[in-house]
């Protein structure tokens, strides 16, 4: 696909990848090879998007069907096409790819549906009839905003409530603008606006509302959570309470939220990020773009156990990024109250965990320091389970809400969920479909079908 050269990524925000031409788009979906299983489909997406159908269309100019073909699957496809992990999931499964290179679904994913949004002129949805009963749905991120807007195209009165002052949850806060444009996000948004849903910013669930109150006085008849993982972990060393060192989270808000403005992220010489995922890669690559002299990843594994997106190491390596594998931070150092360094710990890979990976098996006598004056830490997010004990909902040892797989209902009658909330960290597009089939459920339920 074609992107911003190095140079101009290094310095700008704006989106990397430019996306396909209609005939490099055409040209593309014609490598599909038309297989009988369709394995892309059945077994690499979450959703099932019609893929094979929507890539036909592709083939025959005929791009506005493609993208309805898209949207009876999926209602994020502007936002999946660019941020799902396609080589894990429908071009990790793309029999192209066996002895070659897999078709670029998510790049296709992406070029139709901004062909759709650059030449359809959406026409007024068709006034729904109202069903008469009201759907609370805490949290808009992509499984809220999934299920707030089929609920509203079925008819119900859907109020989403937000405890931020933003809309879109980690796609507006967490994913930077040169991976997600933000106008993408806020063209899903007026989707929903249209379909005449309620948005309630600055109201939290435990602190503004209980679920008794949604239940109960404000008269809501289902309610569905999906209120993502939204607890930064940290390192538990020293050094953690210093000026100039960051948790992930934090740093990308800052990043996403107020580039223009006098909050704008400091200038540092050398930041180390702390982790080997995607939001790692995401605040590697953000402070890049910040103006840093140096910008290091530390990981305790190699970066085969990297969990991060292939794609985004590359871009990462290619915009100067340096990877310092095997090393484990000890301590934050600091002088005058602010970071001046790590001291590290050089590891070595053990035997496999109880999840797979090679654990890290610290090497003794390797302690040596690395200089920094910012260290931002990017090891994961937790769920909130003080919230979920607040709310009585039954949880895993993990501190994730259980649900009825079929129907996503929690252990209360008439309360749903989905996405990371129930899953732990996952893709959009595994939130999204989340969202959905809880909405599917909860119209089964007080339709009484």
Not at 137 to 159: E, K, R, S
Request: hydrophobic share 35%; charged share 25%.
């Amino acid at each position: 696909m074609p992107e911003q050269s190095v140079a101009q990524r290094r310095s700008s925000f704006a989106e990397s990848q430019t996306g396909y031409t209609e005939d490099m788009a055409i040209c593309e979906a014609m490598r599909c090879l038309k297989c009988r299983e369709h394995p892309c489909m059945t077994r690499g997406c979450p959703v099932h998007n019609d893929i094979p159908a929507f890539i036909d269309c592709i083939c025959e100019g005929r791009f506005e069907d493609a993208y309805q073909i898209l949207s009876k699957t999926t209602c994020l496809p502007a936002v999946c096409g660019r941020v799902c992990p396609h080589e894990e999931q429908c071009e990790g499964n793309c029999v192209r790819g066996i002895k070659g290179e897999s078709v670029s679904i998510g790049a296709l994913e992406r070029f139709v549906a901004d062909w759709h949004r650059a030449h359809v002129i959406a026409a007024a949805d068709a006034e729904t009839p109202r069903i008469g009963k009201k759907v609370a749905v805490v949290g808009a991120g992509p499984a809220g905003i999934a299920a707030a807007g089929d609920l509203a195209a079925l008819g119900y009165d859907v109020t989403v409530f937000e405890k931020t002052d933003v809309l879109g949850g980690v796609l507006t806060y967490g994913i930077p603008e040169f991976r997600l444009p933000k106008e993408i996000v806020k063209n899903e948004i007026r989707k929903l606006e249209k379909r005449k849903v309620t948005f309630e910013l600055g109201k939290a669930l435990g602190t503004d509302f209980s679920l008794d109150d949604l239940q109960g006085k404000m008269g809501f008849s289902a309610v569905f959570i999906g209120v993502g993982t939204g607890i930064a972990q940290t390192m538990n060393i020293p050094g953690e309470d210093l000026a100039g060192c960051y948790l992930a989270q934090d740093f990308l808000n800052t990043i996403n939220l107020k580039q223009d403005t006098a909050e704008k992220f400091p200038r540092y010489h050398t930041i180390a990020i702390i982790g080997g995922g995607n939001v790692a890669m995401d605040a590697c690559r953000s402070a890049v773009r910040t103006g840093a002299e140096r910008v290091l990843i530390v990981y305790r594994r190699t970066e085969a156990e990297m969990p991060a997106y292939e794609g985004e190491i590359k871009e990462a390596r290619d915009e100067g990024v340096e990877f310092v594998f095997l090393t484990k931070p000890l301590r934050i150092l600091g002088h005058d109250g602010k970071v001046s360094g790590l001291e590290c710990l050089k590891t070595k890979l053990g035997e496999d965990d109880s999840r797979g990976y090679r654990k890290p098996v610290d090497v003794p006598g390797t302690e040596h320091t690395m200089d920094a004056d910012c260290v931002i830490m990017a090891i994961g997010n937790g769920a909130d389970m003080d919230l979920m004990q607040k709310c009585g909902l039954k949880c895993d040892a993990k501190g994730r809400l259980e649900v009825d797989p079929e129907t996503c209902e929690t252990s209360r009658a008439g309360v749903y969920a989905g996405g990371d909330a129930v899953t732990g960290p996952l893709t959009v597009i595994s939130a999204m479909g989340a969202g959905r089939k809880a909405a599917v459920a909860i119209h089964k339920k007080l339709s009484g079908i």
